[in-house]
C-alpha cells in the first residue's frame, strides 16, 4: 500500500511537471570602445553612438549612469524605461577637448542585465597652424614694391575657422592682403600676401596682428628700405692744349646708378669756369643699374692754364669732377701726346663678370705723327687691356685704349697701366673692387603644424635670393637632419644676381610626437640655416 502512494505521487508529479529555471536577460553594447581622433581644442566633435540591443527574451530596465568619468566627453542619454526583447535604445557621446593633450576616459551604464563599460578616446589638437611668424624683406628700393612673401594658415581642427580680424601691418610701408575673410573649412588653408614698399632708406620692423574663432596670432615682418647710390668715373678730364677760341672734343663722365631706387634731383653740374663747357642727360632720374652720362670741352678763351671743377648734387648726394686745359696761340712742335682721363675706377664688379668697358683718349696736340707706343698691359691680369694706337696718331688725330675689369676674387685691387711714345710716357691708375654673391634667405623657419602619423604636410617654401654680384653656387647640404621632414631644392644649377630660386619642405612623421631640426646649407656666399617643426595628435 505504501508503495501505491509512493508511485501515485510520482505520477502526479510527473503530470504536474516540474519547475522551470529563470529565464537571463542579454544586452549587447555596439561598440564598447569610442575613438574620436584628432579634434581641435575649444571645438566639439560630431557625436559617435552606442547602440544597447536587447537580445534575450526577458525585459531590461534600471538604467543608470553612462556618464563619462572626464569632463571633456559629453553623453546624451537615450534609454529609459523598459527595453523589450528584440528593442534598441541608444547613448550618443562627444568630445569637445579644452587643451591640446590625450584624453582617455570610461563610463558604465548601469541595467537589470549587468554594467555596460564603455571607453573613450580622443586628442585634442591645435585649431590651426601659421607657416612663418617672421618674414624678412631684405633690401628693398625706395618707392619700389618687393615681391610677395606667402604665409599659409591651415585649419587643424574639425569646425571651420573663422572670425578673421585685424592683419594689416601697423607700418604703412608693408602690405597685406589675404582670403581668409570667408573662413577656412576643417584640413584647408588660406594665405595672407605680405609686399614691402619703403618710402624712405632705413630699417623697419613690425607686426602684423590677427584675431580668428580660435584665437590670435602675430607675424613679425621687417625689410630696409635703400636708396640710389651714385658711382662717378672718371672724376678728372684733362683737355691737354687747346687753341684758342677752338672747342676741344668732348669728354664723357660716366653716373651710373648702383642702388636700388631712382637717382634724380640732379643740381648743378655747370663748370665754375665757363671756358669748361657741360651738357648732360641725367636730368630725367637714372633707374638702378642704369647710366647716364656729363659731356665736357673746354674752350679757351685766352692762353694759360685753367684748372676748375663740375660739383653736383642727387638724391643720393654730391659728386665733383675736376677740370683742366691749357689754352695756346700754337700746337707743340713735333710729336705731343694728351692723355685723359688718368685714372679709372670700375667701381663694383662681380667676381668672375667682366665690367663694361672704359676707354682712355690719347690725342696728339703735335705737328708730328705719334708714335713708338709700347706696354699698357696692367700690371694686375685681373684688368684687361686693348689699344688701336700702335699705328701711331697722325697730328690732331686721337686713338683709343680700351680697358676691362675682371676680378678673380673678393676684395678691392689697384694697378696702373704704363706706357710709353716717341712724345713720352703715361701712367693711366686704374682700380676696382670683386664683389661676390650675397645671400638672403625667408623665411628662416617653417611651422607645419599638427600632421596625422603616415600623412604628408602640404609643401612650404623657403626663398633663396641673391643680392651680389657675381653667381650664387656650390650649395651642398639641405637635407633635414630628421628624415620625417623632406626637401627638394632647384638651386643646384647655382642663382644669377638678382635671381631667387627655392627650397620646398615636406612633414611626414612616422612616429608621434613634436619634432625639431635644421635644414643646414653651405654656398660660395656662406652657410644658412632653416628650422623646421612639426608634431603629431598627442599620443597616449
Known sequence: MAQQKIWLLGVLLLASGCPSQPQT??????????????VAAGSTSSAKIVVLSNTGSVPISGFTGGDPSLSVFGVVVGCTGTLNPGASCTYSYTFAPTATAVYNATATIQTSAGPVNLELKGSGVATFSVSALELDFGEVGIGATSPTQVVTIRNHGSTPLTGFAGGAPFDTQFGATQNCAAGVAPGASCQYNFTFKPTQAGSFETTSNSSTNAGPFVIKLKGKGVGPKLWVTPLELDFGPVLVGNTSPAQSVTIRNVGKSTLGSFAGGAPFDTQFGATQNCAAGVAPGASCQYNFTFKPTQVGSFETTSNSSTNAGPFIIKLKGTGVTSMPT????????????????GVNVTSPTQVVTIRNPGTATLTSFAGGAPFDTQFGATQNCAAGVAPG???????TFKPTQVGSFETTSNSSTNAGPFIIKLKGTGVGPRLWVTPLELDFGTVAVGTTSAPLTVTITNLGLSTLTNFAGGAPFNTQFGATQNCAAGVAPGASCQYTFTFKPTTAGVFETTSNSSTNAGPFVIKLRGNTPPGP
Not at 334 to 349: T, W
Not at 397 to 402: E, T
Open 25 to 38: 536577460p542579454k544586452l549587447e553594447a555596439t561598440p564598447t570602445t569610442l575613438e574620436f581622433g584628432m
Open 334 to 349: 713735333g710729336a705731343a701726346r694728351s692723355v685723359s682721363p688718368l685714372e679709372l675706377d670700375f667701381g663694383e664688379v
Open 397 to 403: 688725330a686721337s686713338c683709343q685704349y680700351n680697358f
